[in-house]
């Protein structure tokens, strides 16, 4: 299944995703994938993909990247 993120496989592919758009826009996420293990309401085990971003926008750029970011501006 291609489009099932709860796998490991599928986190992996979506955090990979996520880190190459914010990069190729300058922007330096921090994402991890953590194992949550056997979830009963699911009935299987997942992962999850975690973020330090806040409502999905990135907080930093990347290091010597001049440009102000949309958070900086006051």
Request: glycine share 6%; net charge positive; with cysteine.
């Amino acid at each position: 299944m291609d489009h099932d993120f709860c796998t490991t496989d599928g986190a992996r592919r979506l955090k990979q995703r996520i880190e190459e758009y914010w990069r190729e826009r300058g922007y330096d996420v921090d994402i991890k994938l953590v194992d949550a293990g056997f979830v009963a309401a699911m009935r299987s085990a997942r992962t999850d993909v975690r973020s330090n971003m806040v409502n999905g926008l990135p907080t930093r750029r990347q290091p010597g990247d001049e440009r102000m970011s949309r958070m900086q501006v006051a």
